[in-house]
């Protein structure tokens, strides 16, 4: 007998074979068969989906749960449009708080601001708190005198850490305003946090995930670096899954700086790891060590971005993330000693580094089909486009910033680098496979039909197209977000499709994004979200059309 059977659906499966389908039968977590396949077999639970369009689950190739699940609980900033909003929204918070109370705010953007708050301005807002304010991006962050004073910034005592800036005005002096790494004299004061108050956030995240029809998320950075929250924080996902928090599956992202000599036999060759050889593919479908992130460079927003040509509305050529050599001896290192690597690559001058290393690492000791990845890909010449196929080298762009930030960014690289932007088509056209994701929170909207339409429309917030010639479909925009995303995580034999031995991870739309006009697809309803075959989201919807008990999450 079926756990579940779901009828009356138009059903995508995203397989080759055998690209739709009415009914979808599931036993215990795994889908058994479609239509004919499961003629005749009773079920406990069956669902009549009233012609709504079943697909598989989503993926979100690289985000970030635990920060994201973190900017839940502080100061939004995302929605502000004048910096005078911005100081009273500080000011409203920071009188509600202790007198040692940090404020801490996420999501500004200074290109709808006209700028960065300014460190004197966040002192009278603050109250003589400290004030950590995070740009949209997360590349840079603006802190005032108070925080300044405690990293040692004021009076000349800070290290700034390799790939960092401190921002100083026309005398000289700190503007508060602190960029890649030199963020990190912040976060010393403030990690690591809590595994009980990260555990918390992950579930935050969780709810708001599976609400948006995800199923599985790739957290692009854990542990270490200006992204990581504790050197324990693989634990916190532990803790969610515990008690019951984590209904999407979790690949792990381990930071660069984790990774550290262990001891071992020479013949093992492995020259870095984590203790006891933990490395990438450890743990089970629900919970598991993903690649080993390292970043290259900065961000399109900060300027930082390491490119080749100067920026059109700035003249730097951004910031490496470390001298190009010890980049690459850290990608070859992990590259043998088994990882995956996701090399955070953003300027064509960081794609470079990127590329070169991975085909060092392969020259090196020779690994088949690895699925290397290079997070962002912002910036492709057109030379580059035939090495990702090359090194079987696969890209990670994030299709929503075109719309959120393009117009900004279109105004950096300027309209003969337009063409290089987050591309797709290209990559699509050389072979290359493109999973989907959205960097949340540094996006202020990372749900996957928001994504799946940029990837369609390729418009700014303007409405100006942005390289018109990189547009994909909308079948090919919802491959990203299933079959594409399974395969960059090497899951294509588990998630992804629906068919028979797959994992039951589904999503009920009350419409169909591939047919829908594009200007629709973003505003699809999630009906319901299933993983394993469990309801985690969606219940009542569900409960109104079962005949038999909803199969929810134990």
Not at 427 to 452: E, K, N, W
Request: charged content about 25%; some cysteine.
């Amino acid at each position: 007998m079926l756990d579940l059977l779901l009828r009356d659906a138009r059903v995508l499966t995203m397989a080759d074979d055998r690209p739709t389908a009415h009914a979808v039968g599931v036993l215990h977590g795994r889908i058994v068969g479609v239509d004919e396949e499961i003629d005749g077999l009773p079920a406990r639970a069956v669902v009549d989906c009233d012609g709504a369009t079943l697909t598989p689950g989503f993926a979100d190739a690289h985000n970030h749960m635990a920060w994201f699940g973190l900017s839940l609980a502080e100061l939004d900033l995302t929605r502000l449009s004048a910096m005078s909003e911005l100081y009273d929204a500080v000011a409203e918070r920071a009188a509600g708080l202790p007198a040692d109370a940090w404020v801490v705010g996420a999501g500004y953007d200074d290109f709808v601001l006209g700028g960065h708050p300014r460190r004197a301005e966040l002192d009278r807002a603050g109250g003589g708190r400290p004030v950590w304010l995070k740009h949209r991006s997360a590349h840079m962050g603006v802190a005032n005198s108070v925080v300044l004073d405690r990293a040692g910034v004021l009076d000349g005592t800070a290290t700034v850490p390799p790939g960092g800036e401190i921002d100083t005005d026309a005398d000289g002096a700190p503007t508060g305003l602190l960029k890649e790494g030199a963020q990190n004299l912040v976060k010393a004061l403030l990690v690591p946090y809590p595994v009980d108050e990260l555990a918390e956030a992950v579930a935050r995240a969780a709810q708001v995930y599976t609400a948006e029809g995800l199923t599985h998320v790739t957290e692009a950075g854990i542990g270490g670096g200006w992204i990581g929250h504790s050197g324990i924080e693989a634990a916190a996902y532990q803790l969610a899954r515990q008690r019951g928090d984590l209904p999407v599956r979790v690949e792990l992202m381990t930071a660069a700086e984790v990774l550290h000599p262990v001891p071992s036999n020479p013949a093992d060759g492995v020259p870095v790891g984590l203790d006891l050889g933990l490395r990438t593919g450890f743990g089970d479908n629900r919970l598991r060590l993903g690649p080993m992130k390292i970043f290259t460079d900065g961000a399109l927003s900060s300027r930082t971005a390491a490119v080749t040509e100067p920026f059109c509305d700035h003249g730097g050529t951004g910031l490496l993330g470390d001298d190009p050599q010890v980049l690459r001896e850290r990608i070859v290192a992990a590259h043998r000693a088994g990882w995956r690597v996701a090399a955070h690559a953003i300027g064509d001058r960081a794609i470079d580094v990127a590329l070169d290393a991975f085909a060092e690492a392969q020259r090196v000791l020779p690994r088949p089909d690895v699925r290397h990845r290079i997070e962002h890909a912002a910036m492709v010449r057109p030379d580059q486009l035939p090495r990702f196929a090359e090194l079987g080298v696969i890209p990670v762009p994030q299709a929503r910033f075109l719309y959120e930030i393009g117009d900004s960014m279109a105004d950096a690289v300027g309209e003969h680098r337009l063409p290089w932007l987050y591309r797709h088509r290209s990559f699509v056209d050389s072979g290359v496979v493109v999973p989907a994701s959205s960097d949340r929170p540094c996006v202020a909207v990372g749900a996957p039909l928001a994504g799946m339409r940029s990837m369609v429309e390729r418009t700014s917030r303007d409405g100006r197209v942005l390289s018109g010639d990189e547009r994909v479909d909308a079948v090919e925009a919802l491959r990203a977000y299933t079959t594409r995303s399974a395969h960059a995580g090497h899951a294509g034999g588990e998630r992804g499709r629906v068919a028979a031995g797959l994992l039951a991870d589904l999503v009920l739309l009350g419409d169909d994004p591939t047919t829908v006009p594009s200007a629709r697809i973003s505003d699809i309803e999630v009906l319901a979200t299933f993983v394993g075959g469990e309801c985690v989201h969606g219940a009542e919807v569900v409960a109104s059309r079962c005949d038999g008990p909803v199969p929810a999450r134990r």
